[in-house]
Structures are given as C-alpha cells and as structure tokens.
T-cell receptor
C-alpha cells in the first residue's frame, strides 16, 4: 500500500523551514527518505527503523512514530541545494520499499 | 555506499522489440530491485531480483513481459519484452544491504 505524503508541493525562501509528512495504513518496519533532482536518480537521505527514533545530519532530520505509522522530514534553514522532490519509502517487514507520490520542494533565493 | 551503474543509459526502440538493461553494483549486496518511474511520478516497484532463483514480481508485472536475471550478488538484468509505447519510462536498478541505493536509470522510449 502506497504511503501518503503531504504536502504535494512547497515553495520556500532560502533560510525558511519545511516539514514533509509521510503516513501509512500498514504497520511499518522502517521508513526511508530520498531526494531526487530533475533528471537524476533518487539520493538516499536516511533510514529510520522501528523504535520511534529520530535521526539527522546537517540541517535535515526525521522522526518516526511507529504507533501512528507516520514519519516526518524536517528541513531547517533551507538552502538552494535542498530543492527537489522528496520521497518517503516504507517497508513493512518484507524487504520491499514502496514509495509515496513525492513532495516537490522549491527554494527561492 | 554502493555504487550502481546501468547500461544503456537511454535507448529508443521500435514497437514489438525487446531491450535488456544491465545493472552492476560495485560490491556484493543482499537484495536488488527494479523500479519504473514515469517523468514527474513516483517510483513503482517492478520486482525483487533474487540471486539463484526466480524474481518476485509485484502486482501488475509478469515474468513474460519483464524477465529478470540475477546470476550473482553484484549483477542483474531486466528485459522489457515485446515493447509498446506504454513501456516508455525510466527504469531504475536498486541495491540494498542496510541502506538502499539507486542506479542512474535507463530512459526508454518506444516508438
């Protein structure tokens, strides 16, 4: 079952913050976040495993609430390089990652 | 992180023909997958390429149309058979141990 991402699109000015949400109707084992720029392959950002952890590097972090089957990606003090489409992928213990429809993020200077 | 290469990077094919896409990973990986992505759309899982056994296909994808091989832990092929314009898409190979990475993709256009 495909996870649901929100919002579908975001426009920010450089330096502003953004939150992208991902929810599933299935029990989740892990959540995977990717960023894809136009014409390029998706780039792995981070994986969150069952356990309600929060991870982050640089100004990008994420949380995972396994009870609610939800994850959120936090982008703080956004930079122009953060522009792209963000995908969450969910895995329910069968080793397959199913991706949401994506959130298009556009950062204005 | 694993580095994945795909060949060809793009191709234009005639209706009714077949194309085989190769995927090479620079290290041994537990799992390999094939995805399809239409421009501006999400990534759709086609199948899991199992080493030494038949691939596991997702709903809507069948072996006769998308035969997959995985002869070892670093290599896999996907064939798109008897192509039609509806098969025009980007095909992405993916490999996973703990984290999952993607190849650069093969852009296929069917005329």
């Amino acid at each position: 079952q495909q996870p649901v991402q929100s919002p579908q699109a975001v426009i920010l000015r450089e330096g502003e913050d953004a939150v992208i949400n991902c929810s599933s109707s299935k029990a989740l084992y892990s959540v995977h976040w990717y960023r894809q720029k136009h014409g390029e392959a998706p780039v792995f950002l981070m994986i969150l495993l069952k356990g309600g952890e929060q991870k982050g590097h640089d100004k990008i972090s994420a949380s995972f609430n396994e009870k609610k089957q939800q994850s959120s990606l936090y982008l703080t003090a956004s930079q122009l390089s953060y522009s792209g489409t963000y995908f969450c992928g969910t895995e329910s213990g069968d080793d397959k990652i199913i991706f949401g429809k994506g959130t298009r993020l556009h950062i204005l200077p | 992180s694993a580095v994945i290469s795909q060949k060809p990077s793009r191709d234009i094919c005639q209706r009714g023909t077949s194309l085989t896409i190769q995927c090479q990973v620079d290290s041994q990986v537990t799992m390999m997958f094939w995805y399809r992505q239409q421009p501006g759309q999400s990534l759709t899982l086609i199948a899991t390429a199992n080493q030494g056994s038949e691939a596991t296909y997702e709903s809507g994808f069948v072996i006769d149309k998308f035969p997959i091989s995985r002869p070892n832990l670093t290599f896999s092929t996907l064939t798109v058979s008897n192509m039609s314009p509806e098969d025009s898409s980007i095909y992405l190979c993916s490999a996973r141990d703990n984290e999952q990475f993607f190849g650069p993709g093969t852009r296929l256009t069917v005329l």
